[in-house]
């Protein structure tokens, strides 16, 4: 691929933002690929290092603040008429509640899953503080004579560590998880904006 038909199909993923982020993308592009063709690589070599468009598209996408994209596409392209202030005032009394509803419960759950993860990481430390003081106090029990009791409290101790230990991963992979859910909630919303 050339640079201009890159830059082309760049300018097409990145038709719907705002006009000013577009233009400083694609000279921003178009000035890694001149500086690649100056260290000496051809022009598609050095189209190719960049990677794809679609990545870079998305990647765009993604590093722009949310609040600019709302910011540039609430903002009205033209002067509303007289009655479509009208509806939108009339509207408003059912469409603001149920809009601050979906919201509100979207939040919620959203909410509720992080609570989750929360009390799963509790219960791991709570595990893992079981399994130490178990061991503690199974030599405490051995020196004060009770020697089956503690050997008990060991045991008790060690499977304590052991649940905590494999707790350990899945908590880790459920927090990724929920942090990896948060990065592609947000991308959507940020392309629901941008369509």
């Known amino acids: 691929m050339r ?14 933002l705002p006009q000013k982020e577009v233009e400083e993308r694609l000279a921003f592009y178009g000035e890694m690929i001149d500086d ?12 190719a290092a960049i990677g794809s468009v679609r990545e870079i598209a998305e990647q ?6 949310l609040a600019r994209l709302a910011k540039e596409k ?12 009208v509806l939108l005032a ?8 149920l ?19 929360v009390t799963v990481w509790a219960v791991f430390v709570a595990l893992a503080a079981c399994g130490a003081g178990g061991t503690v106090a199974s030599i405490g029990f051995a020196l004060g004579g009770n020697g089956l009791v503690g050997l008990v409290v060991l045991g008790a101790g060690l499977v304590s560590a ?21 990065k592609k909630i947000t991308l959507g919303i940020k392309k629901a904006f941008v369509k």
């Not at 038909?5 to 990145?14: G, K, P, S, V, Y």
């Open 3 to 16: 640079k201009q038909e890159f830059l082309d199909a760049l300018e097409r993923e990145l038709a719907r």
């Open 36 to 47: 690649r063709i100056e260290d000496g690589l051809a022009e598609e070599d050095a189209v």
């Open 60 to 65: 765009i996408i993604a590093d722009i603040p």
């Open 74 to 85: 609430i903002k009205p392209k033209r002067k509303m008429k007289t009655w479509e202030i």
């Open 90 to 97: 009339v509207g408003s009394l059912v469409w603001i509640p």
């Open 99 to 117: 809009g601050i509803s979906a919201v509100a419960v979207i939040l919620s759950l959203y909410v509720v899953l992080w609570a989750l993860i």
């Open 162 to 182: 052991g649940i905590a230990i494999l707790l350990f991963f899945g908590c880790l992979a459920a927090t990724k998880g929920i942090a990896w859910l948060t």
